[in-house]
Structures are given as structure tokens and as C-alpha cells.
């Protein structure tokens, strides 16, 4: 099985602890169809774990799994598959008035 860490920031440091990459069209797509990730990564023969690290941005799945996936959800796998990138919570600072601020 292919398999990928998330991505590595500019400095080399694990994307991680800096910014993620996650898929919310997958999350979205494993919400709205009421698939529960261990029945989803037993249909596409994983570890429920690993299919959560996965939807969590952790892992980087491999263009067969992301293709077992999306037929699995009957759907795309390049519209299940888009990334988004948030900052981590380590990168969130209080602000003067109590609002949280990006460092």
C-alpha cells in the first residue's frame, strides 16, 4: 500500500506541527452518506486508524487508495481529494481584546 506522510513545511519540519492539509469534501462525503470509517476502511481494506489519519490530514493517501475510497463514497476522487490547509493550534495566539490571532 502507497503511503504518505503529510507534507513537510518550507523548513523541513512536519506539516503537522505547522499547517495541515485535510480533505473536507471527504469528511463531508463520509458525514453525509452516514458511513461509519470502520465499515469505509473495511470496504477499502485498511485500518480504521490509518483511514482516520487520512480524513485528519496525517497521512496522504495514494492515488489507488484515494480512487478505492472515492468509488467506495460514489463519488470523484479529485473533488473527494481537495485539500485545504489550516494552521495548527500551536500557531494561534490571544490577541489584546481576547481574539485569537495567526502568528
Not at 87 to 102: D, F, R, V, Y
Request: aromatic content about 6%; charged content about 20%; some cysteine.
Amino acid at each position: 500500500m502507497e503511503e504518505m506522510d503529510a507534507p513537510k513545511g518550507q523548513d523541513g519540519s512536519s506539516a503537522a506541527t505547522k499547517e495541515r492539509f485535510i480533505y473536507p469534501n471527504l469528511k463531508l462525503r463520509v458525514y453525509t452518506t452516514g458511513m461509519r470509517q470502520n465499515r469505509l476502511a473495511k470496504m477499502v481494506g485498511i485500518d480504521e486508524a490509518y483511514l482516520s489519519r487520512i480524513i485528519n490530514g496525517v497521512r496522504v493517501p495514494g492515488k489507488q487508495m484515494q480512487q478505492q475510497i472515492a468509488q467506495a463514497l460514489g463519488c470523484d476522487p479529485d473533488w473527494l481529494f481537495q485539500q485545504a490547509a489550516v494552521q495548527a493550534p500551536s500557531q494561534i495566539h490571544a490577541g489584546m481584546n481576547g481574539e485569537a490571532k495567526l502568528s
